[in-house]
């Protein structure tokens, strides 16, 4: 079952359209495209909290570390769902965000990805940027708090 979004922070999520060519030989989207919408929600994601081209201004950009996926429901071509992301954690060196994408609360399929923010030019890691520590920190206490 679809945890409330009042329990998220740092919450977004974005309708997606399911296209043909996500539909493998059984009718169904295909395992490997919710992976895509991982991505399609983790930039979302970004735009709304630190936007990537900020990020490149500043000569660095998040690395995945880790994908994980559950499949709870088939999606068909005619369905809309709505993919959903939020924050599990961000500390100094990782972040956490969750997955979930949904039609009529119905959930079809949660993940997370854990990464990291590495210099572009030294490849290497670097603490996560101090605003997404303190926004995600504000809003865990204004959650908290309730």
């Given at each position: 079952?679809?945890?409330?979004?009042?329990?998220?922070?740092?919450?977004?999520?974005?309708p997606?359209?399911?296209?043909?060519?996500?539909?493998?030989?059984?009718?169904?989207?295909?395992?490997?495209?919710?992976?895509?919408?991982?991505?399609?929600?983790?930039?979302?994601?970004?735009?709304?909290?630190?936007?990537?081209?900020?990020?490149?201004?500043?000569?660095?950009?998040?690395?995945?570390?880790?994908?994980?996926?559950?499949?709870?429901?088939?999606?068909?071509?005619?369905?809309?769902?709505?993919?959903?992301?939020?924050?599990?954690?961000?500390?100094?060196?990782?972040?956490?965000?969750?997955?979930?994408?949904?039609?009529?609360?119905k959930?079809?399929?949660?993940?997370?990805?854990?990464?990291?923010m590495?210099?572009?030019?030294?490849?290497?890691?670097?603490?996560?940027?101090?605003?997404?520590?303190?926004?995600?920190?504000?809003?865990?206490?204004?959650?908290?708090?309730?």
């Open positions: 079952m679809e945890i409330p979004n009042l329990n998220r922070i740092m919450y977004c999520e974005t997606i359209q399911i296209h043909s060519y996500h539909i493998d030989g059984m009718n169904i989207v295909h395992n490997s495209i919710y992976v895509k919408w991982f991505e399609e929600i983790r930039m979302v994601f970004l735009d709304k909290y630190y936007p990537y081209a900020k990020m490149l201004e500043k000569n660095f950009s998040p690395v995945i570390a880790s994908t994980e996926l559950s499949y709870k429901s088939p999606l068909r071509i005619f369905d809309k769902p709505i993919g959903k992301g939020w924050v599990e954690k961000i500390g100094r060196a990782k972040w956490i965000l969750n997955f979930e994408i949904v039609t009529d609360n959930v079809h399929c949660t993940g997370r990805q854990v990464g990291y590495v210099d572009l030019e030294r490849l290497k890691p670097i603490p996560i940027p101090e605003e997404l520590v303190s926004q995600f920190e504000l809003e865990n206490a204004a959650k908290s708090g309730m």
